[in-house]
């Protein structure tokens, strides 16, 4: 629900905002200067290495350039001066003689326990005291057992595993302390000269030394005597070299045992950290300065005929890129400002009064802001394409062959198809100015896009089938031919194939404008609701099924709505309104009385009133009803907001005079709120609306008429309009005095159509086709049976019994 609210807040501002308009030109100026400004400021280099200088050529102000070849050298230099970073954990050689101590020392507690208890049982024994030991050979079979089951807690503790024949060397030699003391002498030995994982990628900077790193206490050195460290296969021989002298005294097996022990807690304790290096590297080519020269105001840079080296166009380059900078943002603010007063001129004068963009103004500034950055992008790409296929075709076609072919013009049709010919024309001219500036301001571009958008709208502006905007595209493909052939003689390029591919790329961009149009008529209904004659016309045929519904349930309703639609029709041509959106609103006015058809007259029959039997604010609640059920039915069936505006607004803020009459007869004058009598409105806010609603009162108030002359019906048609004129229901729209006038005149004609007077025939001249005896067809009609019974149900020949009696 919150986001619901939201969008709906954001919706009601954006409708009624009056910073949205300038919000879109400011928008729209700065999507066409950032897009196609850059394009504008190109500066070609004029010379390569090796060329010869056609004239000399100072430095126009002090100016440093970048020696980028000098930078790079000094930032690979400070790169290659950073020193390889090594991790020394010292800790390692503590860390593993305490896993050998702890290891040893569980086993030899376990050896320590047993001798005690031997002992025990040999004093208890010598002074005669009962004992309970054991045999000595159960004795000794058990506590092997028991060494023998700590073997894998011993091999976890190490972090290796131990051969069979190696732990009972350790079990025989009682694990030991001597055997704990030489093994961590020679690890020592080992791990303080230091061992490295890869010791050949070590040496690579034995030149340079290495930054030797403690891990725990971060403290770091230059280390340059890199030869002296071991290798891990290096260690593990070294193992065998330092401990031969120290085990010389002992048995063979034991050495071994003890050398393995050691070979196997050797593990490298300097390794490579080379995120670390690598991030220094980082530091050290970053914290390099660019190395630039000062070039002086007049300074020579390239003389006549002196061939360009490589230092003289690192310096013209720079000018160069200088020279464009400046003249980018000086072009930039100019082009800003220039189409900022173009927009803003055109809406002044165009687009901010105009009557057809008053209804929903934002949204309708919204679209044509839409069209325009669109074809503003089309114009750009088109623009690189040409140039760069002018380039890359096999055979002479210019890009000003080619651009006759953008189909711009699509625009101004899309605009006259939804908005008409008045707002089409000064975007088509905007849209042509900005496509010359966009072709580096180019005249023949400029009158070419303007004619050809000022024709295609005028031919599109009628359109009302498919195949109109086949036909307009096809006229307007003729005219770029035309435009084609002048300017190509104008720019004095008069070659055959010249002419032959401008005429081929003109049409094709004729019939393009076209083929678009119709592809983006759609899309831009989905996405503004805007209808086009052609939806009009889908909507006017009277077999949809609304219509037939509202014929089938209500026909008194659908009758009068087809001649409201008749009228207003008619009279949309008087005032400049769209007849066709006039005529389809009326058709679609009185939807809503089909949720309840029998409580308007028009659908009563018998003469059977049911309001008769309600109280008159009841009454006025199911009319005024009528309208929320005709808007709730039509946004059903998915019709224009248009129709749906126009269903609202059809009876505007009138009064429901007939039962606020009788309410006050009934309940007296103060008792009753005019306002429970009025309809919700608003009041009509377009031509057509305002015709729908004049019609409407017009058509039904004429059926009231005993004898309708032409006078009377005249008279009646000035009363209605004089008195909505007067209630203040035309405020909102853009009709004229004028305009009522027509209106009325063209009511009067159509409503006389309808109540003309005819002839009467006798019964029996009906049955001869209107020839009596005297065989003349304006005889005075016979006298009718009073009987209207008897003569029903008399069974003469002649007769259809009970016709239309239901």
Same mark, same amino acid.
């Given at each position: ?35 196609? +400004?850059?394009?504008?400021?190109? &500066? ?42 090594? %991790?020394?954990? /010292? ?22 326990? @047993? ?12 002074? !005669? ?38 732990? *009972? ?43 030797? *790193? ?5 403290? @770091? ?19 065998? /070299? ?57 300074? =020579? ?71 325009? #950055? ?5 114009? *750009? ?7 760069? =296929?002018?380039?890359? =075709? ?116 004729? &019939?393009?404008?076209?083929?678009? +149009?119709? !592809? ?17 016309? @889908? ?17 008194? +309703? ?5 001649? #409201? ?65 005709? #808007? ?13 505006? $126009? ?50 009162? /017009? ?12 006078? *009377? ?22 009709? +004229?005095?004028? %305009? ?5 005149? $063209? ?56 016709? !239309?009696?239901?």
């Amino acid at each position: 629900m919150d986001i619901e609210k939201r969008k709906k807040t954001v919706s009601e501002w954006f409708v009624s905002s009056h910073g949205v308009p300038w919000g879109l030109l400011v928008a729209v100026t700065l999507i066409f200067t950032g897009i196609f +400004t850059p394009s504008m400021v190109s &500066i070609q280099h004029t010379y390569q290495i090796g060329d010869v200088a056609d004239r000399d050529i100072k430095a126009p102000a002090d100016f440093f350039i970048e020696d980028i070849q000098a930078t790079q050298a000094n930032r690979r230099q400070a790169v290659e001066s950073v020193l390889t970073v090594y %991790d020394h954990d /010292v800790s390692l050689l503590k860390k593993t003689a305490q896993r050998v101590e702890k290891a040893f020392a569980k086993i030899r507690s376990v050896l320590e326990a @047993e001798a005690e208890n031997q002992i025990v049982q040999i004093t208890e024994s010598a002074t !005669g005291a009962a004992t309970t030991a054991y045999p000595p050979k159960e004795e000794k079979k058990s506590i092997e057992d028991q060494i023998w089951q700590l073997k894998p807690a011993f091999e976890k503790e190490l972090g290796f595993s131990i051969s069979k024949a190696a732990y *009972r060397i350790l079990i025989k030699e009682r694990f030991s302390e001597e055997i704990t003391d030489y093994t961590i002498k020679i690890l020592s030995q080992i791990l303080e000269n230091g061992v490295v994982t890869n010791k050949d990628l070590l040496l690579r900077d034995v030149d340079r030394g290495i930054a030797l *790193r403690e891990v725990d206490s971060k403290n @770091e050195h230059v280390e340059q005597n890199l030869k002296s460290y071991y290798g891990h296969d290096q260690a593990k021989t070294m193992v065998r /070299v330092i401990g031969q002298p120290l085990l010389k005294d002992h048995h063979h097996s034991l050495r071994d045992v003890i050398v393995d022990f050691v070979q196997e807690l050797v593990q490298p304790n300097i390794t490579l950290n080379k995120s670390e290096t690598e991030e220094r590297k980082k530091r050290a080519a970053a914290e390099v300065k660019p190395v630039l020269y000062q070039i002086k105001a007049g300074e =020579m840079l390239l003389r006549e005929g002196e061939r360009v080296a490589e230092v003289q166009l690192l310096k013209l380059k720079a000018i160069q890129g200088q020279v464009k900078n400046e003249r980018l943002l000086a072009v930039s603010s100019s082009v800003a400002v220039l189409v900022l007063c173009l927009f803003m001129s055109t809406y002044l004068l165009y687009l901010q009064r105009y009557p057809q963009l008053e209804t929903d103004h934002n949204k309708n500034l919204l679209f044509i802001a839409s069209v325009l #950055v669109a074809f503003f992008i089309l114009a *750009r790409v088109s623009a690189s394409v040409s140039e760069s =296929m002018n380039v890359t =075709m096999p055979f002479s076609i210019t890009a000003a062959s080619m651009w006759y072919g953008i189909p711009i013009a699509s625009a101004a049709m899309t605009v006259c198809l939804f908005m008409g010919l008045d707002v089409a024309i000064p975007v088509a001219m905007v849209l042509a100015v900005c496509s010359a500036i966009i072709f580096k301001n180019r005249l023949e571009v400029f009158i070419y896009f303007l004619i050809n958008g000022f024709m295609a709208a005028y031919w599109i502006q009628s359109c009302r089938e498919r195949k109109v905007f086949i036909k307009a595209g096809a006229k307007l493909g003729c005219v770029n031919v035309v435009l084609a052939t002048a300017i190509n003689m104008y720019m004095a390029e008069i070659t055959g194939l010249e002419f032959v591919s401008g005429w081929i790329f003109a049409f094709l961009g004729g &019939i393009g404008a076209g083929i678009i +149009t119709a !592809g983006i008529a759609p899309i831009v209904e989905i996405a503004f609701g805007y209808p086009t004659d052609i939806t009009l016309l @889908e909507l006017a045929n009277l077999d949809r099924p609304i219509l037939r519904r509202l014929m089938i349930e209500a026909p008194g +309703t659908y009758h009068h709505s087809v001649i #409201v639609g008749s009228l207003v029709e008619a009279a949309a041509s008087e005032v400049k309104a769209n007849p066709l959106l006039a005529k389809v609103s009326g058709y679609y006015h009185d939807i809503g009385k089909i949720r309840k058809p029998l409580y308007f007259i028009e659908n009563q029959a018998n003469g059977k009133n049911r309001h008769d039997k309600l109280a008159p604010s009841m009454s006025s609640l199911i009319l005024i009803a009528h309208v929320k059920n005709g #808007v709730e039915i039509a946004r059903e069936n998915k019709l224009p907001q248009v129709i749906i505006d $126009s269903i609202r607004q059809h009876h505007g803020t009138s009064l429901i005079s007939y039962f606020f009459d009788k309410a006050r007869q009934l309940k007296g004058e103060d008792a009753v709120k005019i306002d429970n009598f009025r309809y919700p409105g608003p009041k009509p806010q377009t031509r057509e609306a305002a015709l729908v609603m004049l019609a409407d009162v /017009v058509e039904a108030a004429s059926r009231t008429l005993e004898n309708p002359t032409p006078a *009377r019906i005249q008279g009646l048609v000035q009363h209605l309009i004089n008195k909505i004129f007067s209630d203040g229901q035309l405020d909102h729209c853009e009709l +004229t005095l004028k %305009d009522l006038d027509n209106i009325a005149k $063209s009511f009067n004609k159509i409503l006389n159509g309808i109540h003309h007077h005819r002839i009467e025939y006798s019964e029996s001249s009906a049955i001869t086709k209107g020839k009596g005896k005297n065989g003349g067809s304006d005889q005075q009609p016979a006298k009718q049976n009073q009987d209207n019974t008897k003569e029903n149900g008399s069974k003469g020949p002649g007769r259809l019994k009970r016709l !239309g009696i239901s």
